[in-house]
């Protein structure tokens, strides 16, 4: 029986023109990351510094699972009331799914130390936008649409074990520049131990944090994030609180973290998601436009392991992103054409019947906890699918069709959702 700890410290950050090294203790035990940069001017710059400081916050969270300690002390890192308020919502929220599949609430979690923060006014500008590139669908087309209206770069986080391959094909094929940053998780966490809690983490929100750094150290006024209107549904509920494994996609996340960014270098840098008001079934829609990415994108997870020898070097038609990515596509492009993609057919498979049934809401289990659109999505791809003449052949479809009583429509779904903070001069 894992026990859990009792104080996780914030010990310091280390500032160097081109690198990033956050120390943290876990009940005695001392934990180091560290993220170098390539392609900015100098991190040591205050207002650089400040957002570094917000990174080191939230990239805690990676070491403070491994104990899940009942206090957190920040030590003489500025918080600020914003701060404060994204910190406790990323222990709170994401890390949701890690308290819920270690049966651990954390709402007994106190955070303690620093509240002030010093404002800066860097000077950055806003026609200038670092994109954070992830080699999917989604990341490809916010670059796409923004192509023609800012000065844009990809911004792209490594894993200090190697560059991954599809992502790296996929950025080639933009043609962009790249900024980069190649993170060192601590050793004693990439090999686990038998003491250690285990779990998934607000890695999105880290990124972000990451490129809002990498952005102000170029000059670069905004970060378009590539997170659609579905990646704030929940996927379950558990004492009173909404289990969320996007949460540092969603909504509430990015206003968190923008409202905090703004508390330490104001209005100028803004940091939004392009897709905020689309759906995931438009985004696949424009996707399967983009001819010139069918041949190279990747989603599945499997491509994008820590451990270099264990990366996929194709889709493994078996995983719930694949079959996802399969599903929102399928209504748009050939079925000939998704089989010269995914080099395998996920949604005929019968052995991905039980994971598909899930995907749309009819299985026993919850949302999958992946970065999948919400079962109303899924549900409208699975009834477009199986009204299209070339998957008649597919007798699951045609009998899950007849389950779902989904209200929603697939032209519903192609049109705006909910809000956005996308400002005008990424859409003119």
């Known amino acids: 029986m894992r026990e859990r700890a009792e104080l996780f410290r914030y010990v310091g950050l280390d500032v160097s023109a081109d690198t990033l090294t956050g120390t943290y203790d876990l009940d005695g035990r001392t934990f180091v990351e560290s993220v170098t940069f390539e392609g900015v001017k100098s991190l040591e710059a205050p207002a650089v510094v400040a957002l570094a400081q917000l990174w080191y916050l939230v990239a805690g969270l990676s070491y403070y699972k491994a104990g899940a300690a009942r206090r957190i002390d920040v030590g003489t890192t500025p918080l600020g009331t914003q701060g404060r308020r994204l910190l406790k919502a990323a222990l709170s929220d994401g890390l949701g799914e890690f308290a819920f599949r270690?049966?651990?609430?954390?709402s007994d979690v106190t955070i303690e130390g620093r509240t002030g923060v010093e404002p800066f006014e860097p000077f950055v500008d806003t026609n200038r936008v670092l994109t954070p590139f992830g080699g999917g669908i989604d990341s490809v087309v916010t670059t796409?649409?923004?192509?023609?209206?800012?000065?844009?770069?990809?911004?792209?986080?490594?894993p200090s074990?190697?560059?991954?391959?599809p992502l790296e094909e996929t950025a080639a094929v933009t043609g962009l520049d790249v900024v980069r940053a190649s993170r060192t998780l601590d050793p004693q966490i990439v090999r686990g131990d038998e003491t250690f809690f285990n779990g998934h983490v607000p890695v999105t929100a880290m990124v972000t944090l990451l490129a809002a750094v990498a952005a102000v150290a170029s000059g670069r006024g905004g970060v378009a994030l590539s997170n659609e209107h579905s990646s704030s549904v929940a996927n379950l509920r558990w004492?009173?609180?909404?289990?969320?494994?996007?949460?540092?996609?969603?909504w509430n996340?990015?206003?968190?973290?923008?409202?905090a960014i703004a508390e330490r270098v104001g209005d100028e840098l803004v940091v939004a998601s392009y897709l905020r008001d689309?759906?995931?079934l438009w985004v696949a829609q424009v996707f399967s436009q983009l001819e010139q990415y069918h041949h190279v994108f990747r989603s599945c997870n499997r491509?994008?392991?820590?451990?270099?020898?264990q990366r996929s070097p194709q889709w493994c038609g078996e995983c719930d992103k694949c079959l996802f990515v399969n599903l929102v596509l399928a209504p748009f492009m050939s079925r000939s054409a998704l089989r010269a993609i995914f080099s395998s057919e996920p949604l005929s498979d019968p052995a991905r019947d039980a994971q598909l049934r899930t995907l749309v809401g009819l299985g026993a289990e919850h949302k999958p906890f992946e970065c999948v659109g919400d079962p109303d999505e899924s549900a409208v791809a699975l009834t477009e699918v199986s009204h299209h003449e070339e998957w008649s052949d597919v007798t699951a479809l045609i009998v899950l069709a007849h389950e779902l009583r989904t209200e929603r429509e697939l032209s519903d779904l192609l049109e705006p959702q909910g809000t956005s903070r996308v400002p005008a001069n990424w859409l003119r």
Request: charged content about 25%; cysteine-free; glycine content about 4%.
């Open 161 to 165: 074990t190697g560059r991954f391959t």
């Open 144 to 158: 796409e649409k923004m192509r023609e209206h800012v000065d844009q770069t990809l911004f792209v986080v490594s």
């Open 239 to 250: 004492y009173n609180s909404d289990i969320n494994h996007q949460w540092s996609k969603s």
């Open 102 to 106: 270690n049966q651990i609430p954390l």
């Open 253 to 259: 996340a990015e206003n968190l973290i923008g409202r």
């Open 278 to 280: 689309r759906s995931e």
């Open 303 to 309: 491509a994008f392991t820590q451990v270099l020898d």
